[in-house]
C-alpha cells in the first residue's frame, strides 16, 4: 500500500473520531451553564480569536489568542462546551486557508480529539476541580501544576497527530518528523495556558465585566507587543543579513585566495607548458612542464622571447597568428610548431593562444598553452610510412609510387626536357619458389631483390613493390631516358648471381617492361598500362630480358583481349571442333587407335593453333570445361566406331591429351568418370596422355588421381616424353602404360642416325618397365624404317595422316589405307591439348 492511501485512511480514522468526540460533547453538554458572558466568549474565540496571533521571534510559531480562550473555557464551563468551542475554531480558522475539506475536517476533528483527552486527564487526575476552587484553596501548587498538565497533555497530543501526518506525507520517521518540526511549540501551549489561569484569576477576583472592559487594553498591548516584536524581527534580520554579507565577502575572499593558490598551482604544476607572453614577445612566466619539454630553466626563459626559440621556418606563420590575436581578428588560435630544445634538437609542439588584458591597457598579453606532441608526431609519420611502404621490403608502395610518377608527369608537361620513364619488373617462375621450398623462403627472395633493385638505381630514382612479384622503377630527370636501358641491364646482372636464402641457393630472372613518357600518356594509368604491356612481352619472348615498349604492342595486347573475349564465347556455344590423327601399330601394320587434338577455327582469323590458344585457356580457367568438351566430343565419335564394328579385334583405342592445369580439379575424376557414362563409351578403350610437367605442379595429388583413374580402367600414357620433368622415380610409382617419344628426337634422326640412342634408350627403358613406345611426328620412311629396327610398337605422324575430322576418319577405316594430308593454310599443327 502506498503512503497516499495510508494518509487517506489515517485522515478518515481521525475524522470519524472526532465525530465521536463532538457527539460525546454534544450529549453531556451542560445546557443549563450557558450564559451570555460564554456565549460572548465564543464570540470572541471564533471571530476575533483566530485572528489575532502574536508571531515569535525568530521562531516558525505565534501565540494565538483563540488557544488561551479555549483553555479559559474548558477551566471556567467543563470539558464538553471546550470541545465544541476548539472544533468549530479549527473548523473555522482551516475554512480560511486550505480548501480540502478532508483537510478542514481533519484539523477539527484532531482538535476535538485533543481537548476531550484534556478535559477527561483534567477530570481524572481532579486536577480541573482543583484549579475551579483555587480562589477558596488559595493553593499554588495545585494551580500550577493543573495549567501545565494541561499545556502539556494538549501539546503531546496535538502534535504527535501532526507528526504522524507529516511522517506519511514525508515517508520519514516519526520521531524525527516530531523533534524537527513539533519541539519547539511548546512554547506556544505553554503561554496559552498561563494566559488562561491568568485569566481564571481576574475573572474570580474583579468579575466578568472588568474581564470585557480589559479587552480593548489587552488588544492594545497586544498591537504594540506585535509591532515591538516585529521591529525586533527586522532588527535580528538586519543583524542576520549583516552576518550573512560578512560571512559572503569573508567567503569570497577565501574563494579568491584559494582561486589564486589553485591556479598558481594549476599554473605551475600542469601537465602541459603554460606561459604569459608579452605583446613583443617576451616570456613573462613560464610553468615547469614547459621548461622540461624545451629544456631551459624559468631564469634562462625570462631572459630570452618567444622568436628567438621558434624553429626558423615555421617562425613565419607563428608570427601571423600572433598578430591576428594582438590585433583582435581572433579571440584564440592553434598552431603545431617546433620549438629549439637547449640542446638543438627540434620539439613539435602544439600551442593554443589567447589574449589577456594587463595593467597597461595599451598592451595584451598572450596565455600559450603548450603541448609536446613529438610522440604524436612520431606515430603520424609511422603510420604514414605503413601507408605508402610495402610492409615485407620496406619499398615504395603502389599509392606512393602512382603518386610520384603523377608528379613525374605533370613535371614533365611544364618542362619538355625533363624525362620519365618506367621499368615494369615481373619475376620468372617465382611461384615455383614458393611451392617447392615455401612461402617464408619466397619472401626471402622478395626481400633480397629489393636490396638488388636499390643497387641498380641513380640517387634520385624510386623503386616500389606493386604487390606479389612485380616491382616497378621510376626513373627521372634531365637524361634519364639514356640511362634507362642501362639501368634494366644492371637488373639483369644483379640477378645472374644466386641469391642465398637461409641455405638455399635460389636463382631467379625478371621480365623488364621498358615505357618512356610519350604525347599519349595524359596520366601515370596511361604509362602503367603500355609498361605492363612491354613487360609482358618480354615475359612471352622468352623472359630474363627486356622490352622496350612500341605502340605495336599495344595492338597486339589489344588482339589478345579479343582473342581471350572470342575464346570464351568459342568456349561457352561449344565451337571448338575435334580432330583425329591415326595411330599405326609397326607390329600389326594396322590403325590401333586416334589421338583426339582440339582445333578452333575462328571466324576472322580461320584456324589458330593450339600453342596459341591452349595458354590462353589454361591462363583464364577456361581449360577445365574445354577439355571437358574434347572429351566428350571423342568419346562420343570413337563410341559411334566401336558400336558400328564390335568384332573388330582389337578396339580402336582413343587417346586423349590432358593438361596438367585440369589437375588443379579435384573433381576431374569425377568428370572422366560421368563422361563414360554419359557416352556409354569403355574405359579400357580410353588412354588419357598428360606430360612430365604433372609431377613437377601437382605432385601428390597427380599421383592420387592417376591411381583413380587406372581403377576406373582408363590407361595412362606420358605424352612428349623427355623433354620436360626429367626424375624417371615416378615411372616406377605410377600406372603408366605407353611412353610417347616427342617428334623432336624423331626429327633429328638423320641419315646419319644423330639422337638414334637417345631413342634407343627411351625404347629399352619402356622396355623393361613393361611400357609400350608410341614416336610421334614420324614424317618419312626412313625414319619408320629406324624406329622398326628398334622394336618400337607404334608411331603416328604426317606418313601415315594428318589430324582429320571424324567424317574423314569413317572414310579412311573404310579404305583401310592413309590418306593424303588435309590443307590447313600453312599451319603448324601440334598434336596435343597441353
Known sequence: MNNGKKLNIYMACIVAAGVFCMAHAFWYLPYGRIDLYLVLLATLTL??????????????????????????ALLLYGGEIAIVLACAEAFISSWRFCKKTITVFTNAAVMAICTLTVAHIMEWTGLLKGVQTFVQTRDWNLLIIGLCVMALTQFATNTTFAAVYGSLKSNKPVWETWKNNFLWTFLTYAIGALSAGLLLLLNHWIGYGVVLATFPIIFLVYLSYKMYLENVEISLLQAEQAREHATVLEKQSNALRESEERFRSAFDFAPIGIALVSATGRWLKVNRALCEILGYNAEEFLDTDFQSMTFAQDLGDTLVKVHELHSGKVQTCQLEQRFLHKDGRQVWTLWNASPVESVDEDERNLIFQIQDIEDKKRAEEKLQ???????????????????????????????????????????????????????????????????????????????????????????????GGADVIRIAERVQEKFSTAFDLGGNE??????????NLGESHQTAEDMMRDADTAMYHAKKSGKARHEIFDPSMHEVAKA????????????????????????????????????????????????????????????????HELGEQILRQACTDIGILLRSNPDKVPPLILSVNISCKQFGNTEFVNIVKQVLEETRFPAANLKLEITESVFLEHRENAVKMLKELKQLGVEIDVDDFGT?????????????????????????????GSNLEIVQTIIALADNLGMKVIAEGVENKEQLQRLRSLNCQGAQGFLFSKPMSFDKVKTYLTKHEPMLPEDFGGLPVIPSVQ
Open 47 to 72: 471571530g476575533l480569536g483566530s485572528r489575532i496571533t502574536i508571531p515569535i521571534p525568530r521562531f516558525k510559531s505565534h501565540i494565538a489568542v483563540s488557544d488561551t480562550f479555549v483553555f479559559l
Open 385 to 479: 610510412y605503413e601507408a605508402t611502404h610495402d610492409s615485407l621490403t620496406g619499398l615504395p608502395n603502389r599509392a606512393l609510387f602512382f603518386s610520384r610518377l603523377e608528379a613525374a608527369i605533370e613535371t614533365a608537361e611544364r618542362n619538355p626536357s625533363y624525362d620519365v620513364s618506367v621499368l615494369f619488373i615481373d619475376l620468372d617462375r617465382f611461384k615455383v619458389v614458393n611451392d617447392s621450398l615455401g612461402h617464408p623462403v619466397g619472401d626471402q627472395l622478395l626481400i633480397a631483390i629489393a636490396r638488388r633493385l636499390k643497387d641498380c638505381l641513380r640517387p634520385n630514382d624510386l623503386v616500389a613493390r606493386l604487390g606479389g612479384d612485380e616491382f616497378v622503377i621510376l626513373v627521372e630527370g634531365k637524361g
Open 506 to 515: 635460389v636463382y631467379s630472372s625478371a621480365s623488364i617492361g621498358i615505357l
Open 560 to 623: 589478345a583481349l579479343q582473342i581471350e573475349t572470342d575464346m570464351r564465347r568459342a568456349v561457352e556455344n561449344k565451337e571448338f571442333m575435334v580432330y583425329y590423327q591415326p595411330i599405326y601399330s609397326l607390329q600389326t601394320e594396322e590403325t590401333v587407335g586416334f589421338e583426339a587434338l582440339a582445333r578452333w577455327r575462328h571466324e576472322k582469323q580461320g584456324f589458330i593453333p593450339p600453342d596459341n590458344f591452349i595458354p590462353i585457356a589454361e591462363e583464364l580457367g577456361l581449360i
Open 724 to 752: 620436360g620433368y626429367s626424375n624417371l622415380n615416378y615411372l616406377t610409382q605410377l600406372p603408366i602404360s605407353t611412353l610417347k617419344i616427342d617428334r623432336s628426337f624423331i626429327e633429328a634422326m638423320g641419315q646419319e
